[in-house]
Nanobody
Framework: QLRLVESGGGLVQPGGSLRLVCAAS????????IAWFRQAPGKEREGVSA????????YYSDSVKGRFAISRDNAENTVYLQMNSLEPEDTAVYYC???????????????????WGQGTQVTVSS
């Protein structure tokens, strides 16, 4: 079972960038699908992006497509979420999640993931 720790959140102005880091400890990290979710105040948690399978197929929600990029470094047991052109609507707590068995089309379903990090706050404000 993996353990996940997120970092990299903070306060940024609209149009700015942040890179979130999901650091994993445990075995067989490269076999896990990893996803980023976010939860804004008063809203449900939503899937933002995922990287699935040995080929590293990537998925994005429509709201972040073209602005965010997910990547992984299996040698470092780490997944990154590069967030560019940030908007106030991106303000949320961001979580990374992992599971060994994720069906690609279901990547944004919380129920697909068994392991979760504690979250990191991202605030986009002038």
């Amino acid at each position: 079972q993996l353990r996940l720790v997120e970092s990299g959140g903070g306060l940024v102005q609209p149009g700015g960038s942040l890179r979130l880091v999901c650091a994993a400890s445990g075995d067989n990290f490269d076999y896990y699908a990893i996803a980023w979710f976010r939860q804004a105040p008063g809203k449900e948690r939503e899937g933002v992006s995922a990287i699935v399978g040995r080929a590293g197929t990537t998925y994005y929600s429509d709201s972040v497509k073209g602005r965010f990029a997910i990547s992984r470094d299996n040698a470092e047991n780490t997944v990154y979420l590069q967030m560019n052109s940030l908007e106030p609507e991106d303000t949320a707590v961001y979580y990374c999640a992992a599971d060994l068995f994720v069906d690609g089309p279901d990547w944004s379903a919380e129920s697909e993931y068994d392991v979760w990090g504690q979250g990191t706050q991202v605030t986009v404000s002038s």
